[in-house]
Structures are given as C-alpha cells and as structure tokens.
C-alpha cells in the first residue's frame, strides 16, 4: 500500500468532500462532453515529477505537469509517453480525455499507458488503483475505468505512466498522391495522415527500417517526396469512426467538409463536426449507474458526460 | 482437425491435473446436491434444451475445479449454452430460482477464479467456439466466448494475422476465459496484455440485459466500460461474443537462447536489455531445476547445465531485428553468458518454445503436485528477488522451478511438492505467503496475469487500502448491483456486499467459514 506524497494530500484537501468541482489542466481539451456548469469550483491539480525510472520504463508525474515538460525529462534518456501534446496540455487532462496522440501506432493508446493511478474520489479520500509494475491484474481496472472519464468519476492527482524508446531515426515526410493503405502497412509508420489526396508518415524505428520503408513509399508516390517538421494543420473538429470507414473519408457525400484521416485508426479531423452517434439505451443506462456509484452527489465536474464525446 | 488436437491437449491437461491431487470429495456427498435442484433444472432444460443441461455428479464435480489447487467450489447444475439468446435464458431462469450464475471457459485459471461458490448455475462456454467473422478492414475478429486461443490463431494464419496474447495454456484456453483474467502470456512483453487486443465485447449483464461495450471505432463514447470489463474474472457478466484485435505477423523474427552459469547474470541481462531501450517481443527465463525437469520431457535442446537460460525473441523489419538481435548478444556477453544460441531456422524455434511452453506440464515428472505464484515485481530488482525467492524455499526445505516472463518482471515460482507427506501444504503456503509479502514490499503487484479469483482475495488488503478496495467493490456493483455473477471472488470478503447473500445459504458455512 502506497505512502502518499503531501502533494497529494493538500490536493484532496481542496478539493474536499462538498460542492460542485472540477480541475482545469491546461483547458486544450476543456469543453470536451460538454460545458463545465455554472458555480463549479476549480482547483489546480499538483505538478512536477515525482521519478523518473528510465531502466524500468516508468514515470510517476503528478497530473498538473505539462506533457511537453515531462516528455522534454524523458527526451534525456531517449523515451517518451503515449499521451499527446498539446499546446499547455497536461498530463491529467490528457487522461482524463482519453483521445490517443496522431502516433498512437508508434506509441501505443493513452487507455494502455496507465500503470497506476492516485485520485481523489467524491468523498474527498484519495484511493489508488493498478501497481506499480509494467504488468498487473490485481482487482478490477480502476486505470482504464478512469482513463476518457472526464474527471466525472474521480480527480487524478497522481499517474505512473509506462514509457516508450524514442526511434533511432524519426522522421515526418509528406508523399504527393500516395497511396495511404500501402503507407500504412510499413512497418515503421508511427501515423499515417491522409487528407484525401496526399499522404503524411511518421516514420520511427531503426535506420535501416526506415531507409527501407522511404524508398517503398518513394516508389508508390505519384511526385517526389519531401520531409516536413510533422503533421499537417488538422481541422478542429474531432470524428470517431472505423478504420474502414476513415480510410474512405469523403467519398461519396462529402460529408465532414475537409478532412485528415488517420489511417489504420479510424480518428478523423474534419472541419465538420461528426453528427451526434447514436447510444446504445442499456450502454447509457450502464454509464449512468458508473457514475451514480462513483459520485452519488453528481459534484465531480457537473455538466460534463464522457457519452457526449468528442 | 484443429478441434481434435485442441480436445486432446485439453484432456491431457486434465489428466496431469488430476493426478496431482487424490480428492474424496465429490459435490454428490453434499446433501442439498441433486433433489433440490430439481424444478430449477427443469426450467433451465425448458429454456435451452434438456441436452444442454447437466445436473449429475459427475459433470457438477467436473465444473466445480479450475487448475488451481483449490478444491472447496461446488457447482450447481451446469448449462451448455449455445447462443446469446441461450445465455439470457438461463441468466433469467437462474435469477427466478434466486441463484447466482458463474461463467466457465476450459477449467485452465490458476488462481480458482472459475471455481463456483454456492452452487450456482454454471455457464460452460464450450459450445459457443465458433469464429463468427474476420474483418480485414478493419483489421479485428469477432468470435464466441468459447473459442479456443490456438484454434483462432490457427484460423487466422492463411490471412498473415495472428491475436498476440498466448497463454502458456493456449491449446486448451478459452477467449472468454482469457477476457475474464486479462490473460498474457510471453508475448505480451511488446504487445501488451489482452485488454490492449479487445476492441468490444458483448455482454449479458446479471439483469439479462444485453450490452455491447466498446466499438470498432477509434474513440468509443461514454466509460470504458470495455477496459473495465476485461480482467473482471466472470464478476460484471458473461461475454457472449468478443471483438478480437488482428496483429500482422512481423516477417522477421529472430529467437534466441541465452546461457548463463549464475542467475545473477541471467536477471542483470535482462534489466540491461530493457534499459537499452530494445522492447523484445518476448524474454522468457528458466533456472536450471526447470531445464533439467524441461529437458526430460520435451527435449527442446537446452544446456541443463547452466544455472539459467533467457529465452529472448525480437520481431519486426529485418535490420531492426537484425541489429536489436547484435545488441542483445552484446549485452548478454558483458554479462558473462557461457552461451549465446540463435534459432537457425522455424523449426529450432519451434522447439525451444515447446520447451518454455511445456514448463508445467514438465513438472509432473519432479513432483506430484505444484503451487504456482503470479507476482511481479520491478523488473530492475530481479536480481534481489531472486535471492529471496531462493533463500525463502530453502527456508521451508522445499523445491523451487523458476520459469517466468522475465523483460515484464513477473515471476512464476512453482513449488513443487508431494502433499502426501505430512506438514508439506503449510510449508508450501507459508513460503507462498512470504513470496507474495517480498514481492509486494519490493513495491509489485499480487498478480500479473493469473488473477485473483479466490487463492489471492485475501491478499488484497495487503495491496489495496479499504478506500481502494471500495472504488474497486463500485465498479463491479455498477455492472451487477446484486453480486450475482461469479460470487466470492477477487474482494476480501469485507468488501463483497451482499455476495453472501447470493449464496445458497447451506453452503455459505462452508466457504467462509
């Protein structure tokens, strides 16, 4: 059983056990499910790195902590997380989003970097859920439960974060016309971005692999390649859809204005904003009781409902 | 074909299984056994068909063990249901008769999590094994509960996928039953446990209610529910279909066989490769009682004279395997391995994983009877957690195979041992007990992909404060208010609401008393 930091402990302190509250990060995401209600409290979740285990794999970060400063740490010893970056972005915020970064094929899903967990419940106790170990299923999955809330179950304080090696060779190239399903099958593509004529890769990996992989693409490319600082201006609005159905974007209707596909995923950015997609009545009713068992009192970030994503 | 070899390897688990226990009990001794049953029975038969219920002695005595080395559970009549309309049938009849209903895949849980307490009604998944659909698209599989591990991975080789976690039991393992403990198994170490290959799962709730969690999208709405549900240990409900994860087969792998003379080598090899950066797909590692015991039975090539051998595949492009397999000899080198092997060809892979796999079942030729511990520990201390390991068997005066999942630090000592002598099940639960308390001072975890069902439960509280434990009894009761599904497992009993009450009260003496 874990000793808590004092961190934590003045954090469950403001936040209490009474009255509507909720916690800001950096805002990038804020008005995700939904706008915060009038009269919430917000408090600031603590920052800064509690340690930083390169050999393990591992960083336990306190949630107010930027991700470009904890990923500008880890970038010493050649690692990063899977959570994205954002502008001001915390690492709170982006698990309590839950939205996986454009190189979640490289890096892997925020929902599967979560190791442990320390929060603040409704009644103002701090609780823990995972371990502190790469593996583990002691109990019920209080880390992935938690992961998208929205902060709607519990307010994260705390997070032990595996990590992933930075590739040797990381590069972003934008390949005219090509064709996204064969970029999508190298085996290097951390992303590939398709907006409907041209393709994006991020390419990341061994040298060679990549080397190997560039002139495949070069081939398949209808004008030269050229490498470019990263991915291209995504449209505001956030779509869910198949892999499938991202991989044919825009066909037909047009529907979703312009558009980046992410190839393989199934996230679309459009500057269209996805229609409402329908729930499930038991799927709803299921969320309802989640959140009337973890927050009887509905005083965790009221106003916002993670079925009303993106 | 498939299916045959599937059945046999299954059997012949069993058989090894239960040859290492002598047990007089049978559910028929128990009083309240058939007679009562009977108008609930008849019910079930209405529901989904007389040939898909067993109430006899011989089939509640089969599903009342897993693999574990628990021996107290007590099945109810036992359904074979064969659909998701068949499965809320009898969810529906069991609620009516006022009892609780326990999934079951093949029996394989180590830890009694499919062990039925109370005489439920127990749901065997085995007639629901088909593969309902490969999606290539969208790169997933959706198939029934039932289905074995290896039939699906077997099915899916002519499409060049394959579904990553493996179970050392994957020949015999269920889908379902791998949902249900999150399951992992060698290659999980680069791609992750099952919940990071299930995309959705459908899933009959303790109100007969039918939900899919999860979606085939990228970014589901609402809880993840999904992730909640993976790992649950048949506790929020029964899937009834699973949406699989479809992992392209890398087209180079390289397998290699690292020897060392001092297990101290062997755990600081592993450490430095994972703190090179490399992510191999798989480090396996076995010490040398395990090689000899492994040797004898499978011939699988390896040196029974080193003290420790690391098993270790990388997987990926062909340079990067290439240079990541240099690395890694280097590494072991420095490390004083006496031997560095790499696999020439499919067929010496092959073998050397049917030695890693066949661990267990090689065990039944050192003792008649083995305990098997699931802890992980940080994978920079294996070094130190070794040496207990070691020093605590001694300790005991008992006998100790390691054979483990070394690059994700969970350790799988068996204790093997004879209960025949006297006095020989409280060493081994004694030193079992301070394995567990080492791991967790070492600040691991209980279990890394066995579960907790009903061996590990009363470790939670060492693990988890009483506020942990709550959120954790929240979850499961927003899926099943009324503790129905599975009963009696993973919380301490403090915090498993009303699961007593769920039981039949004749029996709730015996379990927890």
């Given at each position: 059983?874990?000793?808590?930091?004092?961190?934590?402990?003045?954090?469950?302190?403001?936040?209490?056990?009474?009255?509507?509250?909720?916690?800001?990060?950096?805002?990038?995401?804020?008005?995700l499910g939904?706008?915060?209600?009038?009269?919430?409290?917000?408090?600031?979740?603590?920052?800064?790195?509690?340690?930083?285990?390169?050999?393990?794999?591992?960083?336990?970060?306190?949630?107010?902590?930027?991700?470009?400063?904890?990923?500008?740490?880890?970038?010493?010893?050649?690692?990063?997380?899977?959570?994205?970056?954002?502008?001001?972005?915390?690492?709170?915020?982006?698990?309590?989003a839950g939205e996986s970064?454009?190189?979640r094929?490289?890096?892997?899903l925020?929902?599967?970097?979560?190791?442990?967990?320390?929060?603040?419940?409704?009644?103002?106790?701090?609780?823990?859920?995972?371990?502190?170990?790469?593996?583990?299923?002691?109990?019920?999955?209080?880390?992935?439960?938690?992961?998208g809330?929205?902060?709607?179950?519990?307010?994260?304080?705390?997070?032990?974060?595996?990590?992933?090696?930075?590739?040797?060779?990381?590069?972003?190239?934008?390949?005219?016309?090509?064709?996204?399903?064969?970029?999508?099958?190298?085996?290097?593509?951390?992303?590939?971005?398709?907006?409907?004529?041209?393709?994006?890769?991020?390419?990341?990996?061994?040298?060679?692999?990549?080397?190997?992989?560039?002139?495949?693409?070069?081939?398949?490319?209808?004008?030269?390649?050229?490498?470019?600082?990263?991915?291209?201006?995504?449209?505001?609005h956030r779509w869910s859809c198949t892999p499938e159905q991202a991989?044919?974007f825009?066909?037909?209707?047009?529907?979703g204005?312009?558009f980046?596909a992410e190839?393989?995923v199934g996230v679309v950015h459009a500057?269209?904003p996805q229609p409402e997609r329908p729930v499930?009545?038991?799927?709803?009713?299921?969320?309802?009781?989640?959140?009337?068992?973890?927050?009887?009192?509905?005083?965790?970030?009221?106003?916002?409902?993670p079925l009303r994503k993106p | 074909?498939?299916?045959?070899?599937?059945?046999?390897?299954?059997?012949?688990?069993?058989?090894?299984?239960?040859?290492?226990?002598?047990?007089?009990?049978?559910?028929?001794?128990?009083?309240?056994?058939?007679?009562?049953?009977?108008?609930?029975?008849?019910?079930?038969?209405?529901?989904?068909?007389?040939?898909?219920?067993?109430?006899?002695?011989?089939?509640?005595?089969?599903?009342?063990?897993?693999?574990?080395?628990?021996?107290?559970?007590?099945?109810?009549?036992?359904?074979?249901?064969?659909?998701?309309?068949?499965?809320?049938?009898?969810?529906?009849?069991?609620?009516?008769?006022?009892?609780?209903?326990?999934?079951?895949?093949?029996?394989?849980?180590?830890?009694?999590?499919?062990?039925?307490?109370?005489?439920?009604?127990?749901?065997?998944?085995?007639?629901?094994?088909?593969?309902?659909?490969?999606?290539?698209?969208n790169?997933?599989?959706?198939?029934?509960?039932?289905?074995?591990?290896?039939?699906?991975?077997?099915?899916?080789?002519?499409?060049?996928?394959?579904?990553?976690?493996?179970?050392?039991?994957?020949?015999?393992?269920?889908?379902?039953?791998?949902?249900?403990?999150?399951?992992?198994?060698?290659?999980?170490?680069?791609?992750?446990?099952?919940?990071?290959?299930?995309l959705a799962?459908?899933?009959?709730?303790?109100?007969?209610?039918?939900?899919?969690?999860g979606d085939l999208t990228a970014e589901p709405a609402g809880?993840d529910?999904?992730?909640?549900?993976?790992?649950?240990?048949?506790?929020?409900?029964?899937?009834?279909?699973?949406?699989?994860?479809?992992?392209?087969?890398?087209?180079?792998?390289?397998?290699?066989?690292?020897?060392?003379?001092?297990?101290?080598?062997?755990?600081?090899?592993?450490?430095?490769?994972?703190?090179?950066?490399?992510?191999?797909?798989?480090?396996?590692?076995?010490?040398?009682?395990?090689?000899?015991?492994?040797?004898?039975?499978?011939?699988?090539?390896?040196?029974?004279?080193?003290?420790?051998?690391?098993?270790?595949?990388?997987?990926?492009?062909?340079?990067?395997?290439?240079?990541?397999?240099?690395?890694?000899?280097?590494?072991?080198?420095?490390?004083?391995?006496?031997?560095?092997?790499?696999?020439?060809?499919?067929?010496?892979?092959?073998?050397?994983?049917?030695?890693?796999?066949?661990?267990?079942?090689?065990?039944?030729?050192?003792?008649?009877?083995?305990?098997?511990?699931?802890?992980?520990?940080?994978?920079?201390?294996?070094?130190?957690?070794?040496?207990?390991?070691?020093?605590?068997?001694?300790?005991?005066?008992?006998?100790?195979?390691?054979?483990?999942?070394?690059?994700?630090?969970?350790?799988?000592?068996?204790?093997?041992?004879?209960?025949?002598?006297?006095?020989?099940?409280?060493?081994?639960?004694?030193?079992?007990?301070?394995?567990?308390?080492?791991?967790?001072?070492?600040?691991?975890?209980?279990?890394?992909?066995?579960?907790?069902?009903?061996?590990?439960?009363?470790?939670?509280?060492?693990?988890?404060?009483?506020?942990?434990?709550?959120?954790?009894?929240?979850?499961?009761?927003?899926?099943?208010?009324?503790?129905?599904?599975?009963?009696?497992?993973?919380?301490?009993?403090?915090?498993?609401?009303?699961?007593?009450?769920?039981?039949?009260?004749?029996?709730?003496?015996?379990?927890?008393?």
């Amino acid at each position: 059983m874990a000793d808590f930091d004092e961190a934590l402990g003045d954090f469950a302190a403001e936040v209490g056990s009474d009255g509507p509250v909720c916690v800001r990060g950096g805002g990038t995401r804020w008005s995700l499910g939904g706008e915060s209600a009038p009269g919430t409290r917000e408090v600031a979740a603590p920052a800064g790195i509690v340690a930083f285990e390169p050999a393990e794999m591992t960083v336990r970060v306190r949630a107010g902590t930027p991700v470009s400063e904890l990923h500008e740490e880890l970038a010493a010893a050649g690692q990063r997380t899977a959570l994205p970056e954002r502008e001001g972005g915390t690492v709170g915020g982006a698990l309590m989003a839950g939205e996986s970064s454009v190189a979640r094929l490289g890096l892997g899903l925020v929902r599967d970097a979560l190791l442990q967990v320390r929060y603040v419940c409704a009644d103002g106790r701090v609780a823990s859920g995972g371990a502190g170990t790469v593996k583990n299923v002691s109990g019920f999955d209080m880390c992935r439960l938690l992961v998208g809330s929205l902060g709607t179950l519990g307010l994260v304080g705390e997070a032990l974060v595996r990590t992933v090696p930075v590739g040797e060779v990381e590069r972003w190239v934008r390949l005219p016309g090509a064709d996204p399903g064969a970029a999508r099958s190298c085996l290097t593509a951390a992303s590939v971005l398709w907006d409907g004529t041209d393709v994006w890769a991020f390419l990341s990996g061994y040298g060679v692999d990549v080397d190997e992989d560039l002139s495949r693409l070069a081939e398949l490319s209808a004008g030269p390649s050229e490498d470019v600082d990263g991915p291209p201006d995504l449209p505001p609005h956030r779509w869910s859809c198949t892999p499938e159905q991202a991989a044919s974007f825009g066909t037909g209707n047009g529907a979703g204005g312009c558009f980046v596909a992410e190839i393989g995923v199934g996230v679309v950015h459009a500057s269209e904003p996805q229609p409402e997609r329908p729930v499930d009545p038991p799927v709803a009713e299921l969320n309802r009781r989640f959140k009337e068992r973890f927050d009887p009192t509905g005083r965790l970030n009221p106003g916002r409902d993670p079925l009303r994503k993106p | 074909m498939v299916r045959v070899m599937a059945r046999t390897l299954a059997e012949a688990t069993r058989r090894v299984l239960g040859s290492r226990r002598r047990d007089t009990r049978s559910p028929a001794a128990s009083p309240s056994a058939d007679a009562g049953d009977a108008a609930l029975v008849a019910d079930l038969e209405a529901a989904i068909g007389a040939d898909r219920v067993r109430a006899d002695a011989a089939a509640r005595y089969l599903a009342s063990r897993d693999a574990s080395i628990y021996r107290e559970g007590n099945a109810g009549p036992v359904c074979y249901p064969g659909s998701t309309a068949d499965v809320v049938a009898c969810v529906q009849v069991a609620t009516r008769h006022g009892r609780a209903v326990s999934p079951r895949g093949a029996g394989t849980g180590l830890a009694g999590g499919a062990a039925p307490l109370g005489q439920p009604v127990v749901l065997s998944t085995t007639r629901m094994d088909n593969l309902i659909e490969i999606d290539l698209d969208n790169g997933v599989a959706w198939v029934q509960p039932g289905m074995v591990n290896l039939d699906l991975s077997r099915a899916l080789a002519p499409h060049g996928v394959h579904y990553a976690p493996d179970p050392s039991s994957q020949a015999a393992c269920t889908i379902g039953g791998n949902v249900a403990n999150n399951s992992g198994g060698p290659h999980c170490l680069a791609y992750g446990v099952t919940s990071a290959h299930v995309l959705a799962v459908e899933v009959v709730l303790s109100d007969a209610s039918v939900v899919t969690l999860g979606d085939l999208t990228a970014e589901p709405a609402g809880y993840d529910l999904r992730g909640a549900f993976v790992g649950s240990e048949g506790m929020c409900g029964i899937a009834t279909a699973v949406a699989v994860r479809l992992t392209p087969n890398p087209p180079a792998v390289r397998t290699m066989l690292l020897c060392f003379d001092d297990v101290s080598d062997a755990a600081a090899t592993v450490t430095a490769i994972i703190a090179d950066g490399i992510v191999p797909a798989a480090i396996e590692m076995m010490d040398q009682r395990c090689v000899t015991a492994v040797e004898d039975f499978a011939q699988a090539g390896y040196p029974k004279d080193a003290a420790a051998v690391l098993l270790v595949e990388v997987d990926g492009a062909a340079g990067g395997v290439a240079i990541a397999g240099e690395r890694i000899a280097a590494i072991a080198r420095r490390n004083q391995a006496i031997s560095v092997r790499t696999a020439a060809d499919d067929d010496e892979r092959a073998r050397l994983w049917k030695g890693r796999k066949s661990a267990f079942g090689a065990v039944a030729n050192v003792m008649p009877d083995y305990y098997l511990h699931d802890t992980v520990v940080p994978r920079t201390r294996l070094v130190e957690v070794l040496e207990s390991i070691y020093e605590i068997v001694d300790r005991h005066d008992l006998l100790v195979l390691n054979v483990f999942h070394a690059g994700d630090g969970n350790l799988h000592p068996i204790l093997a041992y004879d209960s025949r002598v006297p006095g020989a099940d409280e060493r081994v639960h004694a030193a079992g007990r301070e394995i567990i308390e080492m791991s967790l001072d070492m600040g691991g975890a209980l279990t890394g992909e066995h579960g907790i069902g009903v061996e590990k439960r009363e470790y939670m509280s060492r693990m988890f404060s009483e506020v942990d434990l709550d959120q954790q009894a929240r979850l499961r009761a927003s899926f099943d208010p009324h503790c129905r599904m599975n009963p009696g497992k993973v919380l301490p009993s403090a915090h498993s609401c009303s699961d007593i009450g769920a039981l039949r009260a004749s029996d709730a003496a015996g379990v927890w008393g």
